[in-house]
Structures are given as C-alpha cells and as structure tokens.
T-cell receptor, first 115, second 118 residues
Framework: DSGVTQTPKHLITATGQRVTLRCSPR?????VYWYQQSLDQGLQFLIQ???????AKGNILERFSAQQFPDLHSELNLSSLELGDSALYFC??????????????FGPGTRLTVL | AQKITQTQPGMFVQEKEAVTLDCTYD???????LFWYKQPSSGEMIFLIY??????QNATEGRYSLNFQKARKSANLVISASQLGDSAMYFC???????????????FGQGTILTVHP
C-alpha cells in the first residue's frame, strides 16, 4: 500500500458525460500528479499541483481540468467524454515539487470505461 | 525533451535466476533522476528503485539493483533470484531538473513484460 488513495476504482459512463476522479496523497506529500495510461499512448503525464497551485502541464486535453484543495486532495474532472478517453488514470504524490530523491508514489488507479 | 527507450517488449526468466531489463534515456539536462516501477496484472504502480544523476554508486533495494552507466545513458534494472511474483510489467521512467523549474513530472518508457517460469 503506497498510502495514496483514489476513488472510484472503476467508472463506466457514456460518451458526452462528465466524471470526477478523486485522489488523496500520502500524509505529508504536497505534490500531486495525474497520469493517464492507455494502450495506444502508454503512460502520459497530465498535470501537477503543488500545495494547491498548478505547477506543470503535460498533454492534458482542454476538456480535462484538475484542482488541489486546501486539504491537499486533488480532483481530475473529465468532461464531454469520448471513447478514446477510456484509460487507467493514476494519481501520484511526492513530498517536494521536484528535485533529486523526490520519489513519486502511485495510487491504485481509476479505470474509466466510456461506452 | 526527455525520452525513455525500453527495447525489450517481453522477457522470460527461470525462477531463482537473475534478469536484466534494459533502459536507455535521453536528456540534455545534467541533473535528472531515473526510476523503475513494477505494474502487476492488478494494475497498481509499485515504486522499486531510484537513481540520481549525481549518484556515484549504483542504487540497490533488496533484490533490485540499477546498473547506471551515465556515459552510455543507460539505467538497466537487475532483478536477482527471480520469484514467480516478479511476473509483471516493468517501467523505466525519468525526470529532469532544468534550472529553477525542477518539477517532478515523469516520462515513461513503453515497458517490458517479465514472465518468471517455475
């Protein structure tokens, strides 16, 4: 158990819908990262928050948004869902914003299926 | 830009033997970190080992060691005394620390599926 929690574990929804994925980082970790794992794209970085502020963006679609709350949990919002958004979404956390020895620990993931 | 290359889509090893999973990386940054993660069939990502670019010694964590060859830009994972539970997908990843923007986003390779035979 990494100490990072994600809910829900599975999510099945229809095209055009909106969903929210939730992540609670390890105790003491200030950075939260979101990654998407799909068969065609592999593991891709989406976005990073540090202590409530957005710090880095990857290939995140405009239909996707995220935030980190004062209690440091984070939510990833996916809207106008398409079939291609079906993937495993991971949240990871680390103590620092970056730098050496800033290991990232991953949650169990949320498997999103868009029908 | 950073790039990770894992050239072995699949590897097979006999139980109790050692196996090496290859990883090469590309970055123009001098300060970076290299990671290995294990993803079993259940899907979770398990952190295994980390090597910093300034570390002079290879990282070791139990049965895992990282063969770091900086000049060749390789960071191979060595698993000693393989166990059936080691069967999983293994990902090499890196993060670079470019000046003041030392953010920790990871770039992953495509992964290697390891199968341990009894």
């Amino acid at each position: 158990d990494s100490g990072v929690t994600q809910t829900p574990k599975h999510l099945i929804t229809a095209t055009g819908q909106r969903v929210t994925l939730r992540c609670s980082p390890r105790s003491g970790d200030l950075s939260v990262y979101w990654y998407q794992q799909s068969l065609d794209q592999g593991l891709q970085f989406l976005i990073q928050y540090y202590n409530g502020e957005e710090r880095a963006k990857g290939n995140i679609l405009e239909r996707f948004s995220a935030q980190q709350f004062p209690d440091l949990h984070s939510e990833l919002n996916l809207s106008s869902l398409e079939l291609g958004d079906s993937a495993l979404y991971f949240c990871a956390s680390s103590v620092a914003i970056g730098g050496q020895y800033n290991e990232q620990f991953f949650g169990p993931g949320t498997r999103l299926t868009v029908l | 830009a950073q790039k990770i290359t894992q050239t072995q889509p699949g590897m097979f090893v006999q139980e109790k033997e050692a196996v090496t999973l290859d990883c090469t990386y590309d970055t123009s940054d001098q300060s970076y970190g290299l990671f290995w993660y294990k993803q079993p069939s259940s899907g979770e990502m398990i952190f295994l080992i980390y090597q910093g670019s300034y570390d002079e010694q290879n990282a070791t964590e139990g049965r895992y060691s990282l063969n770091f060859q900086k000049a060749r830009k390789s960071a191979n994972l060595v698993i000693s005394a393989s166990q059936l539970g080691d069967s999983a997908m293994y990902f090499c990843a890196m993060t670079s620390y470019a000046g003041g923007t030392s953010y920790g986003k990871l770039t992953f390779g495509q992964g290697t599926i390891l199968t341990v035979h009894p």
